[in-house]
């Protein structure tokens, strides 16, 4: 009964476009689509995080939107932050100051830390919570990722990193 | 996995409205998504169609004047209504609640239109907005029609709305921009939730009213109170409202105490 949509959409610079069902989502789109499986499913409802991409800018759960709602729209996922096999700065932070642990959230957090950067480029403490207020890490207990953020941006105390070099 | 539907994006408001007509109670409006695709995801809600409320430019609106006061479009988002700077500096109340909604993903989508059509008790744009003396403008293909929120909820999660009919716009009286404000709405835990009691005041040299959400079955209001009023008076108006009932979130005990407390806290803080 329900139509085939085309969609057209930018993902990390790239162009790609598929026919999909009208209840496809944007996270399996990606996920098995595009084969882009960075990008993690873990409540499916908007409570976790982990599927967080950013949509035109915005970073939005995509266990929530609909691919056919995407058309022209640009994609940033996981995939677009390491280039030729170098992480980027952001995920180089989060490996320095143990923000991963599973892992299992990292796409997703990454993700939401990306679009706050790029309004708040040093963002405080609360900033940071706030943008991550809804990434759930079940490892990390969260400090490592706020210090992961405040060293991506040059503002974490030294003292601190002298402690962790011991 | 969600059930089969059709997905239709209409791009004009009567389109829209037609279609809303011709598959009047197999529809449903798709604004955010944040609330509607949880619920197809649950399998709570099995519509046939969904319609993409978002690329209708009248929906998408804010504007402000003297004399109409504040109008905002269903699909304007929480985002949005927390970035403008006529609502943050005329309706602060109103840019604050939208700020609370969830978590920054959730917010960038969530929409107005669709925070009131869920109608949940806990609504954090139906308690602050009602304390505002906002209306709801209705419309379909039979016309337009401007309601009080309060009389547009009736229930849990039922409103007012008739199977052919769309929230348009949420309109703001301009007697309330520049009101004097606070509000408070206790959570479980520090990161996103729902309300387990929210309380949100406002008031002018003419009127004070207060807004609580998830203490009935629908988010309420008091009566319009004069200012500057007492407390106790304050407490006894929101007493008459409210029917918390004991669920997982809170007993109906713990609810009416927050209630009186905040209330005291919030006229502590507008005195
Ligand atoms: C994890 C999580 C946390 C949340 N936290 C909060 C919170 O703290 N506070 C809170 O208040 N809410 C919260 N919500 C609920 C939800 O995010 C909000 O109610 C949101 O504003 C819904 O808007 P939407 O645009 O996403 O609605 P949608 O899901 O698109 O639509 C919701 C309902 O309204 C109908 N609808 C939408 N637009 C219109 C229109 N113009 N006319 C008629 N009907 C329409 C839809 O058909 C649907 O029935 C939360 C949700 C989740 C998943
Ligand atoms: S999978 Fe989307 S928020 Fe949890
Ligand atoms: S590292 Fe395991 S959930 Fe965050």
Redesign the pocket.
Known sequence: MSTKHSVTVTVNGKRYTREVAGNRTL?RFLREDLGLTGT?????????????VILNGKAV????VLAPEVDGATIETVEGEARNGKLSKLQEAFHRNHGVQCGFCTP?MLMSVKALLREHPKPTVDQIKEAIE?N?CRCTGYQQIIESVLDATGQLKPKKEELRRV | MLHEFSYLAPRERNDLLQLLKKHAGQARLLAGGTDLLCEIRLGTDKPAFLLDVKHIPELQDIAWSERDGLSIGAAVTCLEIMRHPVIRKKFPLLAHAAGQIGSA?LRNRATIGGNLCTASPCADLGCSSLALGARVELASVRGTRVIPMKEFFTGVKQTQLQDDEIVQRVLYPPDAAGAAWGMEKLKRIKGHDLAVVSVAIARTAKWLRVGIGSCAPTPVVTADLAPPATVATVVAAARRVIAPIDDVRASREFRLFMVEEFIGRLMARLA
């Open positions: 996270l993690k499913e873990g409540c499916g409802a908007g409570e976790c995080g982990a599927c967080t759960n995509s266990c929530l997703g809804g759930f | 993903q």
